[in-house]
């Protein structure tokens, strides 16, 4: 998955080229760079959209953070929810004690239960099946755009050696054009 060696060579040469392979067709005829400042501009755009790239994952970072906390505390809640309960439906005399037997239990839901309670107040519905498909759908989208950001950083290291390569061409060519000016 990924890096293919043939879409390398497509992009290097900027030509249509058919992975036997895997059946895929890798065309970079539109390249079309023809000068220096062309390809300048090229490897700005892709660093461009590269950096973008990178944002977006950021963004996605930080949301999956958020719902990855709301659905811990939903589980939280779920699973020391039973314990309140029989603590609730307990004899006065027996309260007492069942109380100090699970004290953590209970300190974990009451934590639980305080998180959810804030975010129901800030407006916020509580809705852990919608969380989860939430989650789901931006780590699906976020391993996505990492597997292109390590495809065009590929690219950008081939574009940029191209640049490089051109670059130390076009000195040597204007040391060669002194030499024969002497």
Do not use: C
């Not at 879409?7 to 065309?27: F, I, K, P, Q, V």
Request: aromatic share 8%; net charge positive; proline share 2%.
């Amino acid at each position: 998955m990924g890096r293919s060696a043939v879409a390398a060579a497509a992009y290097r040469s900027g030509e249509r080229l058919t992975n036997e392979w895997d059946g895929l067709t890798h065309d970079y005829t539109h390249n079309g760079i023809t000068s220096m400042e062309q390809l300048y501009e090229k490897v700005s755009a892709m660093n461009d959209a590269y950096y973008d790239l990178r944002g977006k994952i950021v963004s996605a970072e930080r949301r999956l953070s958020v719902l990855d906390e709301r659905l811990e505390m939903w589980a939280q809640y779920e699973k020391y929810k039973p314990i309140r309960q029989k603590l609730d439906k307990a004899k006065p005399g027996k309260r007492e004690k069942y109380q100090q037997e699970h004290s953590v239990e209970l300190a974990n839901f009451d934590s639980a239960a305080d998180f959810l309670k804030g975010l129901k107040a800030s407006g916020e519905k509580i809705t852990p099946k919608a969380w989860r498909a939430e989650a789901a759908k931006l780590t699906a989208q976020k391993d996505f755009d990492y597997q292109q950001m390590r495809d065009m950083r590929d690219e950008i290291k081939a574009v940029e050696n191209l640049r490089k390569a051109a670059d130390r061409l076009a000195r040597e060519g204007q040391h060669q054009q002194r030499e024969t000016e002497r």
